[in-house]
């Protein structure tokens, strides 16, 4: 039998109790739907949740669980799945003899212990990636059943999995809910889904401190830093992917993301692992702020913007017609950027060319590779198209310095394009 303190509190027809439970307790004792004997055979309509996704359980959230000394999870809901007639919650307030303050009094009526007989069956509601994930962290690889695997093999990151019994004592917090009433149930774990709204990329990029460009992104536009607003208008939009035609602003905070990525693409980072290298960290920001400190003082048209912006005027005739106004553009010239690098070519170099590029969205050379060629036309933001269109500008810019396969990939990008086995390579600009 397991004792546990709890508070119970009731929501619409539902009652439920809030408790906590050592991790190593709690991995004992609640287990994964997919896990249930009778699992296999349940009709869509009986199966209360989806099968969890493994790969990311041991990829994404075993290293965080493990590594981030400042880990944190959200309550798991607990489905009381059957022996919910053998529970027992006793208020604190039977073994208070003595008056009380009446303040005290109401509040121990929902406070007290629920008594687990043993026999019931605990499965995990809402949260079976975390548990699993939890479960996983403190057994290793052995924690790994025939039911979470299905028709699939172990894979080498699933092998790696050590145990780390120094977790077992975690607290976890936990919401127990009667699970009787399938219908119920399934509907419960709809909602709590539904309704659970997810950050969007942006926001996760303002807020992630254990992604290096995330923290990349978020330094240039720092005070004092390369895109710093000017006056009161911002150059980058850190709440949305886009840009209105309306809008003041240069680039999102999603293509700076992309953009960090892409210039630091041979350095083995990922956005899981934090590298411990603080002058790599460095030199790759500064290669950030030299990408956009080339651009904005090298091209004619980020010069045009930014002195409409120190003025406060509006820059949507900029924007109308020209592909520098857009982020995905900008994520594009990443890989030009890279491509220099490899090449052994300054980038300050490669700006002047692009500066003789012509960029309007009119311009036929980037249908279906950057732009949409309909009547209203719009960017092609797909991350194959920015990278083929990246090869693309970088061909025109130092064609002279590829060699025959990458001149071959330029030449496909083309005739893909124009859907045209004839169409022949943009001129070289000197």
Not at 199 to 209: F, K
Request: charged share 30%; glycine share 4%; aromatic share 8%.
């Amino acid at each position: 039998m397991k004792t546990i303190w709890a508070q119970k509190a009731r929501i619409g027809s539902t009652d439920y109790y809030i408790a906590k439970m050592e991790l190593e307790e709690l991995v004992n004792s609640v287990g994964l739907a997919i896990e249930l004997p009778e699992w296999k055979d349940m009709t869509p309509d009986e199966k209360m949740q989806r099968e969890p996704d493994l790969n990311r359980v041991v990829n994404e959230i075993c290293p965080y669980f493990i590594e981030d000394p400042d880990r944190f999870f959200g309550s798991l809901i607990i489905d009381i799945y059957s022996g919910y007639e053998n529970m027992r919650f006793d208020p604190i307030s039977k073994y208070v003899k003595d008056d009380v303050n009446f303040t005290y009094e109401v509040a121990m009526e929902d406070a007290g212990f629920l008594a687990l007989p043993g026999k019931e069956r605990l499965i995990a509601l809402d949260g079976q990636h975390r548990l699993l994930a939890m479960k996983l962290c403190l057994k290793g690889n052995s924690a790994i059943s025939a039911a979470m695997l299905g028709n699939k093999k172990m894979t080498p990151q699933m092998m790696a999995l050590e145990p780390h019994p120094e977790l077992a004592d975690e607290e976890i917090s936990v919401i127990f809910v009667e699970g009787k009433d399938a219908l119920k149930i399934r509907k419960i774990f709809n909602k709590v889904n539904k309704y659970a709204r997810q950050t969007g990329r942006g926001q996760n990029i303002i807020t992630a401190d254990d992604d290096i460009f995330a923290i990349i992104s978020r330094r240039l536009f720092s005070k004092g830093q390369i895109l710093e607003k000017i006056g009161k208008n911002e150059l980058v939009n850190w709440s949305s992917n886009t840009l209105s035609q309306r809008s003041k602003q240069l680039t999102t905070v999603s293509a700076l993301y992309t953009i960090a990525e892409t210039l630091a693409k041979d350095r083995g980072w990922t956005s899981k692992t934090m590298p411990d290298n603080e002058d790599e960290i460095n030199e790759v920001y500064e290669e950030n702020v030299e990408f956009w400190k080339a651009l904005l003082e090298g091209m004619d048209m980020y010069k045009k913007y930014l002195e409409l912006t120190k003025e406060d005027k509006p820059v949507s005739q900029l924007r109308d017609d020209n592909l520098l106004m857009k982020p995905v553009t900008h994520m594009a010239l990443a890989h030009v950027a890279y491509y220099a690098k490899q090449k052994g070519i300054g980038w300050s170099t490669v700006v002047d060319k692009l500066n003789k590029v012509k960029w309007s969205m009119d311009n036929s050379l980037w249908f279906n590779i950057l732009v949409v060629p309909a009547k209203k036309k719009k960017v092609i933001t797909g991350k194959e198209s920015i990278k083929a269109a990246g090869l693309v500008i970088s061909y025109m810019v130092m064609g002279e310095r590829m060699n025959e396969d990458e001149v071959a990939d330029v030449r496909e990008i083309i005739r893909n394009a124009t859907n045209d086995e004839k169409d022949e390579l943009p001129p070289i600009i000197d």
